[in-house]
């Protein structure tokens, strides 16, 4: 039993660091990159209006603690002040590290429930059971989003065909193609307008990225008054 509960100490300091490593990572000056590096053919996950003036982007690890952080803690704020209110739409890309076992199965169950127009439902289910199914936890992930799937009302069968398979795998690996392609070396990395931010950002910092990128953009025409009105000339 102390083996079990030192063992307990230590994912848990493991975690501590992780996630403090992301926070070190958000106080990185986020820097401009030229608009043009950020268009491809590659297509993520989106929420949002697709006419929001602000488009922004996420790569994003789930087996990542400091993406954790962000889903859980920052993005609910996001969607509801930022997303659901027409400002922004938000594109989720899949950026698995080699390091975390089971993030790529952590992919592959998102995109298949995508498969079943429940991308952002199995998204939210993952990053808030985080502590259920990560590596420390078990090699073997899939029983848990099995779990999931059920629970957010996919038909399981034709979940668990999908996620067995190679379906998924050119996707996920144009994900990560497209986010080395940009720059993309450390997990989250979000783009919003032309600026890249390097980690788990807060609400605060997010949303003033999200007004440098509005302020940024040019003026909309506005009629001139002075003019005379059409057919007096």
Known sequence: ?????????????????????GGNKAKQDAFVVDPSVAVSDV??????????PVKVSEFADFE????????TVT??????????????????YFFPLEQHRNAA????????AADQNKFWEMHDKIFFGFNDWEANVTRNPQGVFSRYAADIGLDVDAWKTCYESDKHHALITSHKAEGMRRGVTSTPTFFIGNRMVPGAVNYDQFKGYVDQALAAQPAVARPDSTAAPAGTR
């Open 75 to 92: 993005e609910p704020d996001v969607r509801k002040r930022l997303v659901e209110t027409g400002q922004v739409q938000f594109t989720f």
């Open 64 to 71: 990542c603690p400091a993406c954790m952080v962000f889903a």
């Open 1 to 21: 039993m102390g083996k079990f509960y030192l063992l307990l100490g230590g994912i848990a300091v493991v975690a501590v660091v992780a996630m403090l490593m």
């Open 105 to 112: 199965g952590a992919a592959y169950a998102a995109a298949c």
């Open 43 to 52: 297509k993520g996950f989106s929420i949002g209006d697709p006419n929001a």
